[in-house]
Nanobody, 124 residues
Framework: QVRLVESGGGLVQAGDSLTLSCAAS????????MGWFRQAPGRDREFVSQ????????HYSDSARLRFDIFRDSAKNTMYLRMNNLKPEDTAVYFC?????????????????WGQGTQVTVSS
């Protein structure tokens, strides 16, 4: 089992940048990848980005591709999501997750462990 703890959320203004962190502990050697999802009020949880843990290869949703950057520090067992030029529609609870699924996926069911989430609110 992998334990995940997110941090870095908050209230920002449109156009600002914010970096989220996700610290992993436990059976991290079993992870193939880690990812970020988000859930806005009244909406389904949606995929944001994924990073392959060993190679560092990345995978993004269409909405995140141009403004967000996912990366990891293997030595610290920590994943990050750098979000630039934030928009009010980015407001959501952001969740990190880990997966033993081999390959890129946007399906939340392919992720095994989840953090508790961190709120990001972007004011206009």
């Amino acid at each position: 089992q992998v334990r995940l703890v997110e941090s870095g959320g908050g209230l920002v203004q449109a156009g600002d940048s914010l970096t989220l962190s996700c610290a992993a502990s436990g059976r991290t050697s079993d992870m193939y990848s880690m990812g970020w999802f988000r859930q806005a009020p009244g909406r389904d949880r949606e995929f944001v980005s994924q990073v392959a843990w060993k190679s560092g290869g990345t995978h993004y949703s269409d909405s995140a591709r141009l403004r967000f950057d996912i990366f990891r520090d293997s030595a610290k067992n920590t994943m990050y999501l750098r979000m630039n030029n934030l928009k009010p529609e980015d407001t959501a609870v952001y969740f990190c997750a880990s997966s033993t699924y081999v390959g890129y996926t946007r399906n939340a069911a392919d992720f095994d462990s989840w953090g508790q989430g961190t709120q990001v609110t972007v004011s206009s």
